[in-house]
């Protein structure tokens, strides 16, 4: 930790090797956190002539951008969606995937006067990076420009009519280009290449959401009698050609072996120390806990930016972000006076300006540290950066080398530090680095069939244009089903020409699936606008009473007006955290697929999900002691959607020495874990997903446990865990097993989430409950 001003470089830092670099950061120890080092080597480029098809006018234009040559990967990819055949190209980060689309999508440009190019990004500062990148090139005719939300509306007739390259994203895809496809129809009927970016990004609902999007665009195209190549470009990720294949509902060939070169990657997986136990934790026979990876995070933060070494630190949560960049500040302001003011945090719900202000301020040097949320996952491209720390695994081996990649992006070694949460998963991780190490990527999981999805989406296709069989046909399966449901909803009226949309309004449908529309947040005082948080999470985030941070700035929330989507909150420094409690309840609707192994059944099937936010806690910022728990009265939500959950019979859990008093913590401590390991083999985050357990359910009549999708009709998680049971549930008993505490604790058994403040649970009788489980459940039941 930071603590006097000659621990402060004046800097050399990025000169040091990152070997050297961690060997200083372990010092800074009473005990060594590193638990595994692993060192990803260098390797070299495998540069191939320029394809003949490109044009001297363009060759000279990367060039004059410094890149001699593509590499064999972008090449292959290029040429293949020059040719007209869709593309996927997944390799590395900093593996020049943009090359490998700009190359055809400009040359077409070039050499056809008419031609168009729509470039669709999942964030918007991705594709204000791809338009610097393009506008770079200087070549004329090509007229790029950006469309979205923060395009000034003076500016949005002149790009239909005049830009040839649009860089947008699907919400503003789905939002307004294609319900204005009348005013879009130069531009789509010469549309040549569609190129989707980062497109391991769209899983789950909103993947399945853009799935349709796409296959709307497809629409209005062939209308036009235009049928674009599309051109995808992907981390590395498993069985990219069919996840590209199920997103745009056409066949794509895919280029996945990277040719580009690489610097040296000092890989660390790194466990926060306990906490020294005080005379009352003795007294009181409580297990030790860990210290926090937020502030671990930020102390690392502050100890590289000391160093002079420039560094991103991704952080899962808003508030988390926020918190590691103040208390890195602090750090180092009482080190050197004025260096905190060379970190800062960055997340969504900031203001445009302030976003490209951080972005800028980053690029050139200004900042030296940025505490993230993986909002800059993708997007700008952060060339010389020198370590990336990781506050918590995020979720997906992909989504954790994209963020490492990050670093040493300009070919120099780089350091990248995984910081273990007090969590299951990222316990069994630090101690299990095969798992991250050994393991490829994992595949990308959409459902294009949901049908809380495909309706929605047919109704918006309906209302730009009337449906017919053939557009069934495109929409895929389960197409016929929603529109006849539709029908009977009297959303849609059936004609001997098609479908029509029957109401004037267009349907209001949420791609992203956070639950509404953004809320506000608004200082009470002054009527400045401090940011947005997504309508999903404003009960936990900006409930009465809630703190709110923004830049290092504390907030409490006086009020929430969900009806106008609006918190408005005060300036506030209290000396305590607040945490939302929520409470569950849960009912079978149906059962889609089912495993009798005797005393264990295991199910995949329908549930419907009432969840309430009923009251928060403060917790005092300095020790985590809970001060007071205060009551809410916030509406309840319901959620039909799709889990997976297993019973065992009361005579199972007897014999297996399980009392029937100990059942309850036993079964809440099993879905804890279970909730927590399934990252492990499904593309989820733990926040992705929701759990349930009872000893006695009344749909099953038996001991239960649930774990189910967190968005309406599934996000294909759930069933992923029903394919795999036999491994993520062997996963969950050992990472149970294997730790270290005596009772049960964060790394194995407790949730952040949990709206029963974590009570009961038993360690012991988890995994004696799973033990039962994995002894019937049959092996078939794993991939």
């Known amino acids: 930790m930071v603590t006097t001003a000659a621990t402060v470089s004046t800097g050399s ?122 506008a770079g090139l200087e070549l004329a005719g090509v007229r790029p420009a950006c469309y979205d939300g923060d395009t000034p509306r003076a500016e949005r007739e002149w790009i239909r009519r005049h830009s040839r390259f649009v860089l947008t994203n699907p919400d503003m895809l789905h939002h307004g280009i294609l319900p204005g496809h ?12 569609v190129i989707v970016d980062e497109c391991h990004t769209y899983r789950g609902v909103f993947g399945s959401h853009v799935a349709h999007v796409l296959r709307r665009l497809r629409r209005q195209c062939a209308r036009f009698r235009a049928t674009p190549t599309f051109v995808l470009a992907s981390a590395t990720s498993g069985d990219p050609a069919t996840a590209a294949g199920r997103l745009t509902g056409l066949p794509v060939a895919a280029v996945t072996e990277d040719t580009s070169p690489r610097g040296g990657v000092t890989f660390a997986l790194w466990e926060p120390p306990l906490l020294p136990a005080t005379a009352d934790d003795a007294a009181q026979d409580l297990t030790p806990t860990r210290r926090s990876a937020l ?30 960049a103040s208390t890195a500040r602090r750090a180092l302001d009482e080190a050197v006076p004025g260096l905190g003011a060379r970190v800062a945090a960055y997340r969504a719900g900031y203001l445009r300006e302030e976003r490209r202000e951080l972005e800028r301020a980053l690029l050139d040097g200004d900042l030296l540290g940025l505490a993230s949320t993986n909002a800059l996952e993708l997007g700008v491209d952060l060339v010389g950066l020198d370590a990336v720390l990781i506050c918590g695994y995020p979720g997906t081996r992909a989504s954790l080398w994209q963020q490492a990649g990050r670093a040493g992006r300009s070919g120099g070694e780089a350091l990248a530090v995984l910081v273990a949460r007090d969590d299951p998963l990222d316990t069994y991780l630090v101690h299990h680095p095969e798992a991250l190490f050994g393991a490829p990527v994992e595949a990308t999981v959409l459902d294009p069939a949901n049908p809380y999805v495909l309706a929605p989406q047919l109704a918006c296709a309906a209302a730009e244009a009337p449906l017919t069989a053939d557009d069934l046909e495109l929409f895929g399966d389960g197409a016929k089903e929603a529109v006849d449901a539709l029908v009977a909803a009297e959303a849609l009226r059936q004609r001997p020409t098609g479908w029509y949309w029957r109401h004037r309004e267009r349907p209001e ?48 929330v006086d009020q929430l007006d969900l009806a106008d989507g609006c918190a408005l909150v005060h300036t506030e420094e209290p000396d305590w955290s607040t945490h939302a409690r929520d409470v569950t309840s849960l009912s079978v609707v149906s059962v889609r697929s089912s495993v009798d192994a005797g005393p264990v059944r295991l199910f995949l099937g329908e549930v419907d999900v009432t969840s309430q936010v009923v009251s928060y806690q403060r917790r005092r910022l300095s020790s985590g002691e809970v001060i007071d728990t205060r009551p809410l009265d916030l509406p309840a939500r319901e959620l039909r959607t799709v889990a997976v959950w297993f019973t065992v019979t009361p005579e199972a859990l007897t014999g297996a ?13 099993a879905e804890h874990a279970a909730i927590g390991l399934l990252p492990l083999v499904a593309t989820c985050d733990r926040w992705d997903i929701g759990g349930l357990s009872t000893a006695l359910h009344a749909d099953t009549g038996a001991p239960t446990v649930f774990v189910y999708d967190g968005h309406p009709g599934g996000a294909g998680f759930a069933e992923r865990a029903y394919g795999t049971a036999a491994a993520w549930l062997r996963a969950t008993r050992d990472a ?34 799973l033990d039962v489980v994995l002894a019937n459940l049959p092996d078939g039941t794993q991939e």
Request: aromatic share 6%.
């Open 657 to 669: 020495g399980v009392e029937p008093a100990d059942v309850p913590g036993g079964l809440h401590a």
């Open 13 to 134: 830092g990025p000169g040091r090797s990152p070997a050297e670099l961690l060997r200083r950061l372990r010092a800074r120890s009473v005990a060594d956190p590193v638990t595994h080092v692993e060192r990803v080597p260098s390797r070299p480029g495998v540069p191939v002539p320029w394809p003949e098809w490109a044009t001297p006018e363009l060759r000279a234009a990367f060039e004059g951008r410094g890149v001699v040559a593509p590499w064999r990967h972008q090449a292959e990819a290029a040429s293949l969606a020059y040719d007209g055949q869709h593309v996927v190209v997944a390799t590395g980060t900093a593996s020049g995937k943009s090359l490998a689309y700009q190359l055809p999508a400009l040359a077409t440009l070039l050499a056809d006067p008419r031609a168009t190019v729509l470039y669709l990004a999942p964030t918007k500062a991705l594709a204000a990076d791809q338009f610097r990148a393009v």
């Open 182 to 193: 009348a005013h879009w129809s130069g531009f789509l009927r010469r549309l040549t290449y």
């Open 295 to 324: 502030r671990e995070t930020a102390d690392l933060l502050a100890d590289t930016v000391a160093e002079g070494v420039r560094t991103l630190a991704f952080v899962r949560s808003r508030r988390g972000a926020e918190v590691v």
């Open 509 to 556: 449908v949420d791609l992203r699936g956070e639950g509404g529309a953004p809320v506000c947040v608004v200082e009470s005082a002054t009527g400045r606008l401090l940011g947005t948080v997504d309508g999903g999470s404003s009960h936990f985030l900006v409930h009465p009473g809630a703190v709110y941070l923004h830049q290092g700035v504390s907030y409490v």
């Open 736 to 769: 149970i097993v294997e730790c270290g505490c005596e009772t049960g604790c964060p790394s194995c058994v407790q949730s952040p989430k949990c709206g029963n403040g974590n009570n009961p649970l038993s360690r012991a009788d988890a995994v004696r409950i």
